[in-house]
């Protein structure tokens, strides 16, 4: 069963905000990301290490730094606790399979060891779709 997107918002939030290694070096963790599931799109928004906003239902006006697009599929793979091979990280999917990485990258690599704590936060709270 897919849980909502509204309540995976309050358990992704949760657990970046009370993640002990996000805690202890996301002070300067800042930036605005869209991820792109197919079925489910979100905005996060990281201020000093913690969110901030999540938007749930984003506009085709809605900012953001950097966007990762991937189909459902590849994103469940992601949530998985052991995912498969090629789904264990957006750089090996991003050549591999068929996620996208957008917008302004050098704003994702200068947040990226942060930002890959909380993209691991998913084989723990799962995805929306």
Known sequence: MVMSVRDWAVRFSEASDRDPTIG???????????WDM???????????????EINIDPGPMDSYD???????????????PVPEP??????????????????????????????TVQF???RKVGVPV
Request: aromatic share 14%; with cysteine; hydrophobic share 45%.
């Open 24 to 34: 202890a070096m996301a002070r300067y963790f800042t930036c605005t990301y869209l």
């Open 38 to 52: 197919g079925l489910a799109k979100v905005i996060v928004r990281m201020v000093d290490g913690k969110v901030h």
């Open 66 to 80: 950097f966007a990762l697009r991937a189909s459902p599929e590849t994103w469940r793979e992601f949530a998985r």
């Open 86 to 115: 090629m789904y264990h990280g957006i750089w090996s999917a991003s050549f591999r399979r068929d996620l996208k990485l957008e917008g302004n990258h050098l704003v994702l690599m200068q947040n990226l060891r942060n930002f």
């Open 120 to 122: 691991e936060l998913l």
